[in-house]
């Protein structure tokens, strides 16, 4: 529980964690992660760590499920019971079922389904540690691993989550400043097309508020796309290089 002394802007206008107010956590990605899939991905935020599978595409089961012109584009967002400070109950809950949906929607709308009809494409995404940000690091890495995978798409998906803390907006918040900030809006785009393909709202802004914290999620989008596009070079280049 937050003490109601603790600031999370300080006076010198850093936040709890020395952050800047337009400033990403640290950031470090990998491709390949998962020998047994047909693409993986590992992405850290800060302290919320985040792995994702693709596989696929392969037979659906059972067959009459198959649709004729395109793939069906399955997606599974859990966190692991040991991921927040209180135990997380086993299975699925509602909130995980939701995210599952919405991170679905968002790559469904980046992916070349037509390419693979009478197909399922199934995207699984395991929060290892939750600290905030947990659905827009895993939809990044949902984008890799698909990349990784050979899955054909119009472009990577970048997302991060923009809020209000103590009046101000501020760029990819920690869960501390998700719990007891006044507003948190995740954000996702395909960076190359400058389209939004996800766009949720906690809590209210005003219209000036929502224009500031558009501008400075699209900033932090093209961070985190530059970090993605750089991790698939290094492991593309590194591959290149082991069969010289």
Known sequence: ???SSMRLVKEDGTRI????????????IEIGVLEKSDGSAYVQLGRTKVFAAVFGPKEVHPKHLALPDRAILNCRYHMTSFSVDERK????????IELSKVIREALESVVFLEEFPRTSIDVFIEIIEADGGTRTAGLTAASLALAEAGIPMVDLVAA???GKIEGQIALDLSDLED????ADMPIAMAPRLNSI???????????????KA??????GIMEIYQK???ALRRKYSEEALMEV
């Open 179 to 182: 719990k007891y900030g006044e």
């Open 89 to 96: 109950p086993l299975g699925m809950t509602r909130r995980e």
């Open 1 to 3: 529980m937050k003490d």
């Open 17 to 28: 964690d020395g952050r800047r107010l337009d400033e990403l956590r640290p950031l470090s």
């Open 160 to 162: 991060v989550a923009v």
């Open 197 to 211: 393909v996800l766009l949720q709202l906690n809590g209210r802004l005003t219209r000036e508020e929502f224009k």
């Open 214 to 219: 558009l501008e400075l999620g699209k900033k």
């Open 228 to 230: 993605q596009r750089d």
